[in-house]
């Protein structure tokens, strides 16, 4: 029989020793076009040891447009580094996160007796929807004891759809994981169909801007090795130069188009930790596939710079044919620091002459660097941030990583709240970032690219990253990648700066600002830690503020 049975806000994260607070969320205001997220929590017991199924469903007059998933906890061995946390982690010890959203299979949960159970409701209303109530209602049917409970929630739709385009947003997407992981051949058919189901997945969490491997991306690759090939670009290396082909180029393009992409991340043409190698490029030579540069390609001979004298003119004319060319960002060096500066600022001249017109950014957290001018769109770490602000630097995105881990900025890993995540929105809004990067939507290897893990079982890239930085889906067998609990509420926070972008069509800034300010100001990028409770309470204020306008 039930213990209890509750329905909690997607902003929980259940652990099987959960205790429902009895705190009652029945009901939310939404935007047409929207996703809609909750729970229904449940803990059953009786005396016997096996598992108990519970059966759970939904009646709406929009019960077509809702998905039920399985909330699954996953291992984590390093859910926060031992000495670099701050007070806003759930726990920072090793055990099991709830993060993985499974697809109930036959509407049907496999629940752990005595343990605190959780299935996540997905509401995704249609850009079409009238406004109005809709009710749902959850029945939990246990099947040992034939007991049931029924679960009333209520959306109240506003006659008003969410803005279509949001800042642009970047994870990065690993295309050489995908083929390791799902163990096929690289660009072979099958890969590409897996390429399609990746990228609209994160297109569907509020990724709209794709990393785009001219050649091989040099991240995270120990130093003297290297990844497997993807590179979309054909070189071939003749007595006279070289000769480029973009066929597989232009199929990438196409097909990110197809699954919603906006923009278009050019690979680092240089290689992390310095900008004074080449990235690994494989070429025809003389019939025969070579790997023509690499680790071992000093960038200041002359052979490297003059392979980009040839290639980026005839790139840069392709991407204005593909009519992509203001829609792309180019990267010379992923984080240099002030020790790299001079070596930065030799490769970046190589390209610069070759780029005009184009945008190029980098990853970067010291304000010094960038006011030598080396970096044109600097993309700053939300803990280093401040400077930039205060230096009035208009142009910028954000991002974090495995480093912003303490000072109370925001993250995604397993151990923090969601709101910690949920609430760059709020910031991004008020201080006007004009994008947002992370560098794993999909890094299935284990650090420096040292061989494929298994996501289910390794959630830290081998003892290198808090679990929740490498990847935010998880690999299925049928090549749909499965959300995690991380990416939905990725797709929240987009969704509130969607809501307070309206919110500023219909009236002004500052009468979004007075919503989210109301109990306080808004301390910079280092106030993450504000409760569920506000996050919740401020969307609910700015939907209502939208009703009453239109």
């Known amino acids: 029989m039930f213990e209890f049975a509750a329905l909690v806000s997607s902003l929980e994260k259940i652990f099987p020793e959960t205790v429902c607070s009895g705190v009652p969320y029945d009901k939310i205001?939404?935007?047409?076009?929207?996703?809609?997220?909750?729970?229904?929590?449940?803990?059953?017991?009786?005396?016997?040891p096996s598992p108990c199924?519970?059966?759970?469903?939904?009646?709406?007059?929009?019960?077509?447009?809702?998905?039920?998933y399985n909330v699954v906890s996953i291992p984590s061995e390093l859910p926060a580094y031992p000495d670099r946390h701050d007070g806003g982690?759930?726990?920072?010890?090793?055990?099991?996160?709830?993060?993985?959203?499974?697809p109930l299979e036959n509407g049907r949960v496999c629940a752990v007796c005595n343990n605190t159970n959780s299935v996540w409701i997905s509401v995704r209303l249609p850009e079409n929807t009238g406004a109005g109530e809709y009710p749902v209602s959850v029945r939990l049917y246990e099947k040992m004891t034939r007991t049931s409970k029924i679960l009333s929630f209520n959306i109240s739709v506003i006659g008003s759809e969410l803005p279509k385009r949001h800042f642009p947003t970047a994870m990065w997407f690993h295309n050489d994981c995908i083929a390791s992981v799902h163990d096929v051949p690289v660009q072979s058919e099958k890969h590409w169909e897996l390429i399609e189901k990746y990228?609209?997945?994160?297109?569907?969490?509020?990724?709209?801007?794709?990393?785009?491997?001219?050649?091989?991306?040099?991240?995270?690759?120990?130093?003297g090795s290297e990844r497997p090939t993807f590179q979309l670009v054909d070189v071939k290396k003749t007595s006279c130069g070289y000769e480029f082909g973009f066929e597989k180029l232009d199929r990438y393009v196409s097909l990110s188009k197809k699954c919603g992409m906006e923009y278009f991340e050019i690979?680092?043409?240089?290689?992390?930790?310095g900008a004074t190698h080449a990235p690994k490029i494989m070429a025809d030579v003389d019939g025969e596939e070579k790997r023509i540069f690499g680790w071992e390609t000093d960038v200041r001979e002359r052979e490297y710079p003059e392979f980009l004298d040839a290639f980026l003119p005839e790139l840069t004319k392709h991407l204005t044919k593909l009519g992509i060319a203001d829609k792309c960002f180019f990267h010379v060096s992923d984080e240099p620091d002030k020790t790299m500066l001079e070596d930065y600022k030799y490769a970046k001249s190589l390209v610069d002459k070759h780029l005009k017109g184009f945008r190029i950014m980098d990853a970067l957290s010291n304000f010094e660097f960038y006011e030598t001018g080396a970096v044109d769109l600097p993309v700053v770490a939300v803990d280093h941030i401040k400077p930039f602000l205060d230096g009035n630097v208009s142009d910028i995105f954000c991002y974090y990583c495995c480093c912003q881990t303490m000072n109370g900025v925001a993250n995604r890993f397993f151990a923090m709240p969601s709101a910690r995540s949920r609430i760059l929105a709020y910031q991004m809004y008020k201080y006007d970032t004009k994008g947002f990067l992370q560098w794993g939507y999909n890094f299935y290897y284990a650090q420096f690219s040292k061989g494929l893990i298994n996501p289910y079982e390794i959630t830290d890239s081998r003892n290198a990253f808090p679990s929740g930085d490498a990847f935010m889906v998880y690999p299925s067998e049928d090549g749909t990648p499965y959300y995690s609990i991380r990416a939905k509420v990725f797709k929240q926070m987009t969704e509130d700066w969607k809501a307070m972008k309206k919110?500023?069509?219909l009236s002004d800034k500052k009468t979004v600002m007075d919503i989210v300010e109301r109990n306080g100001q808004l301390e910079g990028f280092s106030d993450s830690?504000?409760?569920?409770?506000?996050?919740?309470?401020?969307?609910?204020?700015?939907?209502?503020?939208i009703a009453q306008l239109i």
């Open 29 to 48: 205001t939404a935007l047409c076009g929207e996703e809609v997220s909750f729970q229904a929590v449940f803990r059953t017991s009786h005396q016997m």
């Open 529 to 545: 830690l504000r409760s569920a409770q506000y996050i919740l309470e401020t969307r609910e204020l700015i939907n209502r503020k």
């Open 53 to 68: 199924e519970v059966s759970v469903s939904v009646e709406s007059p929009i019960s077509q447009y809702i998905s039920l």
């Open 89 to 102: 982690y759930i726990k920072t010890t090793p055990g099991l996160y709830p993060d993985l959203l499974k």
């Open 503 to 505: 919110l500023e069509e």
């Open 267 to 273: 690979s680092h043409l240089f290689t992390q930790w």
């Open 199 to 223: 990228m609209t997945v994160a297109n569907d969490i509020g990724v709209n801007t794709i990393l785009t491997p001219i050649f091989t991306p040099p991240l995270d690759t120990e130093v």
